[in-house]
Structure formats: C-alpha cells, structure tokens
C-alpha cells in the first residue's frame, strides 16, 4: 500500500474524537451532542476567522456543507467541509482541493471541534 493510501487514527480535540486521513480527505465521527448545524457554523465561524471567503454554506439535522476559499484566490484551493448524521453520531469530513492538504484539513478540523467544545 503506498503512502498516500495508508490511513492513520489520529486523536483530535479534547474529547479525543479520532480522526483519518486517506487520499485528499480528513474524516472524524464526533459524538451525537454535536448536531449537523452546529459543525457547519463552527466551521463557517473558524474558516472565517482565518480570512477565508464562505463560498457556500447550507446544513440541515441530517446533512450539511461549507465550501470556503483562502485569501486572494478565485476557485482553487478551497475548503469543502461536510457534516452528516449517522447512527452514533456525525461524520465531519474536511477535503482540501484539488489535491488535498492533510496539515490544512486536520487544523480545520481540530478548530471546529474545539469550538463545538469537543
């Protein structure tokens, strides 16, 4: 298996909330206490913070996503955060496009978290 294959749990947050990374996406399954529109604003409230512009925000109690852009570029590279409920609790997956960035991805996370108190 090459490198960029390979996943690794990695404790994320207070809580411990342990997160993968495998190919370009970020994965962590938070607790149930964290609902799908508290991730999304949390993230829109870190990604904000960080001088990035929300290109796209929209949740729902079932699903939701943030799509946000760094300072002074157009399309690429951007943010795509995603929250869904399933049993357990909530997935948070964090995609740097196009290419994926996991330092990038897993600061986002840990930020998101922290704010949720996680």
């Known amino acids: 298996m090459g490198a ?5 749990r990695v404790p994320r947050g207070a809580s411990g909330v342990e997160s993968t990374y495998k190919l370009t996406t970020m994965s962590a399954l938070a607790p149930d ?3 799908v529109p508290a991730v999304i604003a949390a993230a829109e409230a ?3 913070a960080r001088g990035y512009t ?3 925000s929209e ?3 079932e699903a939701g996503r943030l799509i946000a852009r760094p300072p002074r570029y157009k399309d690429y ?5 995603e929250a869904r409920r399933m049993g357990g609790g909530t997935r948070v ?6 290419f994926g960035d996991r330092e990038l991805s897993g600061s986002i996370l840990d ?6 108190g996680l």
Do not use: D, K, W, Y
Request: charge should be positive.
């Open 59 to 61: 949740s729902t109690e």
């Open 33 to 35: 206490t964290a609902r």
């Open 93 to 98: 997956t964090v995609q740097v496009e196009p």
């Open 77 to 81: 590279p951007r943010v795509v955060l």
């Open 54 to 56: 929300v290109v796209r």
């Open 4 to 8: 960029g294959c390979a996943s690794e």
């Open 111 to 116: 930020a998101t978290l922290r704010r949720l």
């Open 46 to 48: 870190v990604v904000r």
